[in-house]
């Protein structure tokens, strides 16, 4: 069968990798195209066809100054599922962009599995009217998300949170402190606060000042940023203005 995916950020491509590794289980065969990262591409084999570090906006003013790039993004995603034709469209969370894709999917008959639900319960609960009319099938990582769609008329499936097993594996495999401390080039003895500032790089331009001076309040301890994968070193240095930073990349939940 062909598959199109559709993940926008770091946390999306670490589902969307795993929903991959799942599919090849059951259909060894299977023909995959999507929006992700670096994650998804080892999964699938190849490279994706826009990657996640093109599709991070957050916020009012950042979504309007990049609405050009939103937008051709969104004919880029469009051509692709016109000219692919996938037997199912599955799109995970980053639901701005990706029920208007689910609305332009339902017009050409393509089915829409949608994983992780979109916090409608917590703001923008009319997009359940959207959800009802342009998602086949919705996958919940929430439990309490049964109940809710459910007053909306709408049956959806509970598949747990894959967060639990994620954590779990890393915890499984976390090195030596020793060891880890060495490789990340660690070598001050004072207990560390991790800073994680967030996946994209209006998070992490709004946070991680914030969060350095209140560090820095605690001198007896030393502060180390969790970087994230598709974002560079150099513009958490520019953005901290700390010439003193830590900062680890692919070893965040070890930090």
Do not use: C
Request: glycine share 6%; aromatic share 12%; charged share 25%.
């Amino acid at each position: 069968m062909k598959y199109m995916i559709i993940a926008g950020e770091a946390s999306g491509d670490l589902h969307a990798a795993n929903v991959i590794k799942s599919l090849r289980k059951i259909d060894a065969s299977a023909d995959i195209r999507f929006f992700g990262g670096d994650l998804m591409a080892k999964e699938a084999g190849r490279d994706p066809d826009l990657h996640y570090d093109q599709m991070n906006v957050m916020g009012f003013s950042e979504v309007l100054r990049k609405l050009p790039v939103i937008l051709r993004n969104l004919r880029q995603a469009k051509a692709l599922l016109r000219e692919f034709r996938p037997d199912a469209l599955i799109l995970v969370d980053y639901p701005g962009f990706n029920l208007k894709l689910a609305k332009f999917a339902h017009k050409l008959h393509v089915p829409v599995h949608y994983f992780i639900s979109p916090k409608v319960w917590a703001w923008k609960e009319w997009r359940v009217k959207k959800i009802k009319k342009y998602v086949d099938r919705l996958y919940s990582i929430l439990p309490f998300e049964v109940g809710f769609y459910k007053k909306h008329h709408y049956d959806v499936t509970y598949v747990g949170n894959p967060s639990v097993q994620e954590i779990a594996y890393s915890l499984g495999h976390i090195p030596p402190k020793k060891h880890f401390m060495e490789r990340q080039g660690l070598d001050d003895p004072r207990p560390i606060i991790a800073l994680l500032p967030g996946s994209r790089r209006g998070e992490i331009r709004n946070n991680l000042p914030l969060m350095i001076a209140a560090a820095k309040r605690f001198p007896e301890f030393q502060y180390v940023v969790g970087a994230a994968p598709a974002v560079g070193e150099k513009f958490y240095r520019e953005v901290a203005q700390d010439p003193g930073l830590k900062v680890t990349f692919g070893s965040t939940h070890t930090l």
